[in-house]
């Protein structure tokens, strides 16, 4: 079977999930109440999703051996993570289905790849420039002015792997600090606030995307995200019409993440396109309270080869994050109405470290008369 035949899975089918982080904890639960069974592979032993699923693979993503068991227990495997090595995906697709598809992930485990990709397809995203030493730094400064953002082309994630470089700033330092020899630098966007947009798509090419979700981040982790955002109805289609157009032009299967700025401009708000996250996105958890289908079932469903759903949402949702110590507080949250507290089962906090998430749904009123 190759990675692009078609799946159709049957309840009590078996999914693999590489991953096992509270992604992939909250796709397990969501496969399981469509009869959906699953395996997880993971390197980390005390992974929060070996707790809700039969059977836990812990090895490292380099052991073909177990990959290859893990493959053949399974029907399709999908990932809960963008930067699966090209290696590993690539003995899992030799045996079974992989989806969303690998080439996808070399896309947009490059920021540089993934921003051309963007920009070709015509959709507005920051400024930016290839950067691979002092020289070339100098050069795109002089292009796209201060102040600016420098980000590591493959593997940063909440901020890690980038530095804003402002006006008399020593460059060499900023360079040398952020220890690779490939880079972006983005111009910085005053934006006026961040949404995100996160999609499914079927493998009949079928997408669905949940409203607009507005996103408060805090020390450049996620704290907050709240739908539908507080934007023009017409600012949202564009926002959706962009998260559908990407992900038609990936061909993918599954749920995917498109964060995105909301600039000023001249005739009115608008969007661009900051990043692409190939899978479920914190900035999706609302859905699982707030909305008749999460983008967990979503994904599940997409990659099951089974019709998507047509989510509504319950009201006004805010989600938000238990970070670090903030778990400590598990017990107050516990008792304020209206409130869904999902705990990711997670050892010892750690500062940045994502434990949980609360969410409120505020029903909306029936509109009168
Ligand atoms: P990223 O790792 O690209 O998702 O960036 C993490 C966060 O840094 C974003 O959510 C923004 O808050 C901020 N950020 C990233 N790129 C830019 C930019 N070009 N201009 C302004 N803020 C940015």
Redesign the pocket.
Known sequence: MTASSRVKLKPGDTIGILGGGQLGRMLAMAAARLGLKCQVFSPEPDAPAFDVVLNGVCAEYADVERLEMFAADVDVVTYEFENVPAATAMVLAAHKPVLPAYKILETTQD?LIEKDFVAGLGIGT?DYADVSSPETLRAAIKRIGLP??I?TRRF???????A?IREGDDFDRIWSELGTKSAIL??????ER?ISVVAARSADGDVECYDVTE?E?RD?ILKISRAPADIPEALADQARAIAEKIAVALDYVGVLAV?M?VVANGKGPQVLV??IAPRVHNSGHWTLDGASISQFEQHIRAIAGWPLGKPLRHGRVTMTNLIGDDILDYERWLTVPGATVHLYGKGAPRPGRKMGHVTQVTPDRPKKG
């Open positions: 920021r920051a600016a953002v980000k940063g994630y909440d901020g890690k792997g980038q804003i983005e111009a910085f966007v005053p934006f961040e996103n981040h450049h964060e700025f900051n990043e």
